[in-house]
């Protein structure tokens, strides 16, 4: 009733008046987005610019950028083994966490989703690492993993069991990125099971009962109906792991510097040791640059493809 | 009476800057300073060194802040490029301050130091290493070389009865020490420096000063018979397996708690290696009366004097943003009286003449000696070269002790990142 009455008004206005409004709306989204809009383009926008500018200088971050290279520092890059390898580390980590890290969520999701007893108390403790900050995350671990076992937990642990020796996890090329990987997903499945549990609030409730009235059994429940209803939580969450596995830094730079010998390396850690220890910015700058082309490809081929249903249904 | 205004307008500009500047004069200011101690007596030493400077300066405040090692050159790195240094902070001179001084962010003392004799106070050498092209930025408080520190405990358990002279008696006493289940040599390999040490001395013993000169003045190369055979004797050492499991992934800390617990045998580090075992050990004593000290062996055929050393030191330099009161307090600091006390604690081995009397550890006297009768005095290769060549130095030497590179792969690192960073 009130409605109408409303839109009488409106109609009752002259032509002038109602365009003069929308101009006013107008004003006021921008208003509105004006704040945002600026801490964006200061801290976000203008950053990278500056990088895009700097990666084409040898530079040491020093004063003004005056050794113009060109593309030097890019084709520097694409023919560095270790870049390459930095590349390799980070999408294992990628594979992994989409092979273990979200399917564990998932599975710890529909547990805690159920009646199950202390369900509440799972859930927090499940959520807990995900709220340490990575810095304590990663020293945390640094000392679980200390490889004498009078100090580490987990070679004290190892030792107590008959014919197992204690392990130099995070000295060892060959255990170490396993070894940050199980740290990444302690810390991070919460995270993902927190989406999971979400997305299951959302079914109805009346199409699991009228799915039991017909007879599915538990498993069947779980692959036709539960993972295809909440299939926009999972593209989700497979987007923010991958974003996610992309871009680590602190862990790993608390844990291992990217080493022993660059077998922990990622493109972060790189772009790190080139920036802020060898003092090579220009160089830096231009890792950043390539680290973000590499998310922005990744971002856009997953939108268009994978995640477009999910804007027009 | 225009005129009468016009004096009376002059005197009262007159009144008031003269009260302006004998405010300045007494104007409050602040002194940021950072340090690398973290040991809770070298702590306190510096508060009260500061304590006491405020106290007969009552318009400066100081705030002292202490960081650790790898933290301090992380949060250093960030407020140096962004132009902001503090206003007395650590360093290590040489290379990376060069750096910081040639692009202005480090205030020349200079016709300070030629005041008053502050410059005679020191010894020259280790005061050269806080200059650049002629100009200084900063004064040593240490200076010392590396060597070894080991437990003459677990020697003797292994029946090794003097310590080795040369490398082959070394790599004998090694394997000694492994057969009587003693692990020999502990080492921080994860903080890539410590290891360093071993790679560069090796150069020292088998190229001597010849080889490094030819190198850095870029008339050699790196690549040079000297710095390959030095990856080849070191990898003969790590095919012994003489470092501690996870070697490769320890830290400093993770090194000095071995030594500190009497857990390893032998560590190749710089005079502050005392004060980090007695901090990281569990009773905080260290090693004691256990520790004993003995230079790098010499190597078979080298070209490089046995008395030849490899240190450096630890100073202050001065940000460029500072008030004129961080020299008076950076002289403070360097005095006679305070250098004793940084000694007495074993917190450096003093530069400042008068005050080797300080030192009460007979091994630290050992190790000023030896820094001072050295004819070749090689800074770290980290802080002698560029920070980005110091850095390719600690990578490659890493990679060598992974036995991921092979010698000439690490030297062939090395020389393309010198062609390009010294010219």
Known sequence: MKKNSVDQDVQTLPQKTRSARRLQDRMTIVLFLLPALIFFSIFLVYPVFRSVYYSLFSWKGFGPAVDFIGLNNFKRILTDWIFLKAVRNGLLIVVLSLAIQLPLSLALALMVGRNLRGRAFFRTIFFMPYVLSEVITGIMWLILYNPDPKRGFINAILTLIPGLKAQPWLGDTRTVLLAIFVVLTWKYFGFHMLLYLAGLQNIPPEIEEAALIDGVNKRQMITYITIPLIGSTIRTSVYLSVLGSLQVFALIWIMTKGGPVNAS??????????????????????????????SLVFSLAYLRLVRQADYLS | MKKYSLVLFLVGILLVSGVFTALAAEAPVTITWWHIQTAEAEKVLWQRLADEYMAAHPNVTIEVLSLENENFKTKLTTVMLSGEPPDIFQSWGGGVMNEYAKAGLLFDITAYLDRDGWRDTFSPGALGVYSFEGKNYGVPRDMGMVGF?????????????????????LLEDVQILKDAGITPIAVGEGDKWPGAFWWEYLAVRIG????????????GSFTDAPFIEAGEKLQELVALKPFQSGFLGATWGDEATLMGNGEAAMDL???WAPGAFADNSIDKLGLGEKAGWFPFPAVEGGAGDPADALGGGNGFVIGINAPQEAVGFLKYISSVDSQIAQAEINLSVPVVKGAEGGLTDPLLKIVQQGAAVAQYFQLYYDQAMPPAVGSVVNDNVQGLFAGTLTPEQAAQAIEDSAAQEIK
Do not use: C, H
């Open chain 2, 208 to 219: 001597g000063q010849a080889a490094f000169d030819a190198a850095y003045s870029r008339e």
């Open chain 2, 149 to 169: 520190w080991y437990n003459k405990d677990l020697f003797a358990q292994a029946g090794i009865d003097n310590p080795p002279t040369t490398w082959s008696a």
């Open chain 1, 265 to 294: 390396e990622v493109m972060s850690t790189y772009m790190y040791r080139f920036s802020f220890v060898r003092f090579e910015l220009g160089y830096g700058s231009a890792v950043a640059i390539v680290m973000l082309l590499i």
């Open chain 2, 269 to 271: 580090m710089g005079q």
